[in-house]
Every structure is written in structure tokens, then in C-alpha cells.
């Protein structure tokens, strides 16, 4: 997660198979894009690896799911956001103050860390490929709630902001607790099923129509799937098709639809980060005088995944990958074209 790139390269959807050709680059894995200029259908340049019909982990994308599940439940006035987080799950964590609320968790001012302190270097050497080892081998959920335990015994709710995937998994497991089902179930029922995403969701098939693209590391290697106890935060898989329709659905009409208004409100500020900057329920939101871009990235220990809308112009991305390529410079250039 990082605030857009400044590029003064723009281009259009003219140029498009070049820059997408540009992007993926010498590498063998899979890559897809979507680009919706203002006016016009979406359009999909498909590159490398074969993908067809195939799904990409998004990563962090996950945590825009997330945050617009939470928009959802308060339009529905299921949930408060202001509720304390041990409220809803019934879990007396060690907080050393006050433990935070949930629109604390979506906007990544809990105090938590990313991830657990233990599998920190764990996770960077897959990342930079010095390792293929799942670094969440042998972490139960057992083990996790301890590491989460650990962690928000150190944590100070100070309002600063500090990106959080142990904070926004801590999150959708309020969200499920506070429905009484699952979290897969409950994102699927109340935000995924109404957008038609039938192909967004936590499955990692071996077989079948719903295989995920594995990923690869810098190297080219095969590294396995992101296995973790945060799902809300990472761990979702998706295609483009299903990403453009939680785009469209942005700037769609309200008309009284409890999801589209929930997807709306997960994308009005809910803190100030800098000037320029502020954050929704999770969706990161950049204003200057070109207009409103909303957008978010994600990486497993291979895969990339982003999104991104120009609010006003209606100008948008989607753009999935089977390893590490510079999606978000793509995108920026691509929604700062005049």
C-alpha cells in the first residue's frame, strides 16, 4: 500500500497494448489488465502466461472488501462504527489503553503492526526471494491469536496511522462476530453475491474452472499461495471481470440499495492522513485539482494486484499480475491522462 507514484508520462487508451506490452516486460507470468477511459466500455489486454479463465490473488485489494463490508452493515445500521473492537468479538485482548473501534481498524489507526513481529523476516525473504518457504508454515490459529495477543499488548490507539493487515483482519473477524457467520459466508451474502463477483472469493483450487494463476517470485520461481489467519486482509483471489463490476458499482446510482450506499460510504474520508491524502474504510483517496482518485494495491508472496477509480472523471483500472510489476505506476499515468 503506498500513495500513487508522480508521473508526467501519461497515456490513453490509444496507446494502451503498447504500455501494456511495456509492462509485462521479459517475464513469463501472467498478467491482465482492464482500462475503462471516461465514456467508454472497458476494455482487457491480456499478457504473458496463460491465464485464461483463470483467478490472481489480490493481496491487500482484500482489505478494500473488506472496508466496503463495513460500509455495508452501518448503512444497514447492523453495525456502529464507532463500537470498540473486543465489544463484538468478546475477546478481552491486553490493549494497553482502550482497545479501538472498528472504523479505527478500516482506517489503520489501531496501533497494530502489519503483520506479527515473529514472521516478519519470514515473509521479507519471500518476498524478495531469498526463500520459497510459506512463511506461515506451522502458524495454527492458535498460534496467531497469540502473536495477536503479543501485539496488541504493545499497541497504543494514538490516532496516528499505521498500516495494519493484522488490524484490518482483526476487523472482518468483528464484522463475522458481530452477524454470527462466517466471514467467507458473510461477505459473500452481503457484498460479493449482489455485485455478481461469483469469482471473488478465498479458494485456492488445484483443478477445475476456478484455478488461481500461481504466483512467482522476482525470479521466476513458483512460490506457493498466502495462507494466513487475516483473510479479510489478504487473502482473497479475484478476476478482472469481478473487480471492474466493484468499480462500476462506485459510481452507480444510490436508488436505496443498501450495498451500493455501503460501497459509497467506504469511500468517503474517514481520516486525514496528509494534505492530498485520507483514507475511507480502507480505500486510500487522493483529491488535488485534477479531481478524486480512489484506489488500493496488493502483493502476496508473488502476485499483484490494483485498483483505481477517477471518482470524476470516471476514469478506471483494474490490473492483475502472476508476479512483481509496476502496477501502480501503470495506473496513475494511465487515470492522470487529460
Known sequence: MSPHPKSTRTFTTSTADTEVTALAGASSAPLEVALRAEGMPWQQYVRAG?????????????????????????????VDP???VDHLTG??????????????????????????ARLRWREAAIATGMSRKDPWRRTDAAAYQR????????????????????????????LA????????????QRLLRPLKMNRTNLDRPELGQEVV??????????????????????????????????LDALRSPRDGDPVISGLQRSITPQHHIREGLSIGYC????????????????GTWGSQAHVSLHVDRGRAVVALSGTYRDLDGFAFRFLGAS
Not at 52 to 78: M, N, Q, R, Y
Not at 97 to 102: D, E, F, I, S, W
Not at 177 to 188: K, Q, V
Not at 285 to 297: L, P, R, S, W
Request: net charge negative; no cysteine.
Open 283 to 298: 480505500w486510500l483517496i487522493e483529491e488535488n485539482e485534477n479531481g478524486t482518485i480512489v484506489h488500493h494495491n496488493g
Open 91 to 116: 475477546q478481552r485482548l491486553p490493549w494497553p489503553g482502550r482497545p479501538p473501534t472498528l472504523v479505527e481498524l478500516a482506517t489503520h489507526r489501531s496501533g497494530l503492526p502489519n503483520t506479527p
Open 82 to 84: 464507532e463500537t470498540p
Open 213 to 246: 494463476v500461481t504466483p512467482q517470485n522476482r525470479r521466476g520461481e513458483s512460490v506457493p499461495y498466502l495462507r494466513d489467519h487475516m483473510p479479510g486482509a489478504g487473502m482473497f483471489a479475484s478476476t478482472l471481470d469481478d473487480l471492474q463490476l466493484l
Open 147 to 174: 502473536h495477536l495477543a503479543r501485539a496488541a499488548s504493545r499497541a497504543r490507539t494514538e490516532g496516528r496511522f499505521l498500516y495494519s493487515s493484522m488490524g484490518v483482519g482483526l476487523l472482518a473477524d468483528a
Open 50 to 78: 496463460d491465464s485464461t479463465g483463470k483467478g490472481f490473488e489480490i493481496g491487500s485489494v482484500s482489505k478494500v472488501l473488506t472496508g466496503a463490508l463495513l460500509g455495508v452493515l452501518v448503512e444497514a445500521g447492523e
Open 177 to 188: 462476530a458481530s452477524t454470527g457467520h462466517p466471514f467467507a459466508e458473510l461477505i459473500d
